[in-house]
């Protein structure tokens, strides 16, 4: 079982959907919860960083912690054509873990 | 601010050379973490670095080695290349030792033939 899992999708939805982006963890002991956006051919773009639990917002973007259940979220809210990238959970304490990303596809 | 910065962009080497790659860090980051990118394996930690010493280390073979230098900048070698070691190659800075809320460079894709 792999640290951190999370679906790779694709997921697609059109034009100002609510998006859910999940992933879930195995160590209680991670304390640190990031949220990368990659575009293709491009470095991840650090877009959440949180080290508790519940939610954290940043303009349409909400990211929420449960570690009672190992579990984060990014809510990506009124999405846009331009949010199509793959967005990378990155979890853990020294060294992160990342998922394997879920690419989002967000039609006009 | 410059963010990170990878060098080379781009790199074609012949199995069995050897390669270095180099990132610079944003100013003031001390902690450089390197990482491999693959469809098949994702993103892999492959070691991080603070104030010249690694911290750190994923799992992978020793063909795989890096050094940081007194200004933070570091350097990635691989030796005797394999065709699977054909990947996107990031570096990422960060502030503090544990190498969270880091940042990323472009990253380096190196291609082996």
């Known amino acids: 079982q792999k640290e951190v899992e999370q679906d790779p999708g694709p997921l697609s939805v059109p034009e100002g959907a609510i998006v859910s982006l999940n992933c879930t963890y195995s160590n209680s002991a991670f304390q640190y919860f990031m949220w990368y956006r990659q575009y293709s051919r491009k470095g991840p773009e650090l877009l959440m960083y949180t080290y508790s639990s519940g939610n954290k917002e940043d303009g349409r973007f909400t990211a929420q912690v449960d570690k009672s259940s190992k579990y984060i979220s990014l809510f990506i809210r009124d999405s846009q054509p331009s949010d199509s990238a793959t967005y990378l959970c990155?979890?853990?304490?020294?060294?992160?873990?990342f998922g394997a990303g879920t690419r989002l596809t967000v039609k006009p | 601010k410059a963010g990170v910065t990878q060098t080379p962009r781009y790199l074609i080497k012949t199995r069995g050379q050897q390669v270095t790659l180099s990132c610079s860090p944003i100013?003031?980051?001390?902690?450089v973490s390197w990482y491999q990118q693959t469809p098949g394996q994702g993103l892999q930690f492959l070691f991080e670095y603070f104030s010249e010493t690694q911290r750190n280390k994923g799992n992978f073979p020793g063909r795989f080695s890096g050094r940081q230098f007194s200004n933070s900048r570091s350097e990635m070698n691989v030796s005797t290349l394999e065709l699977g070691d054909s990947a996107l190659y990031l570096c990422?800075?960060?502030?503090?030792?544990?190498?969270?809320?880091?940042?990323f460079g472009q990253g380096t894709r190196l291609t082996v033939v």
């Open positions: 990422a800075s960060s502030l503090g030792r544990d190498g969270v809320k880091a940042f």
């Open positions: 100013s003031g980051h001390r902690s």
């Open positions: 990155a979890i853990g304490n020294n060294d992160m873990r």
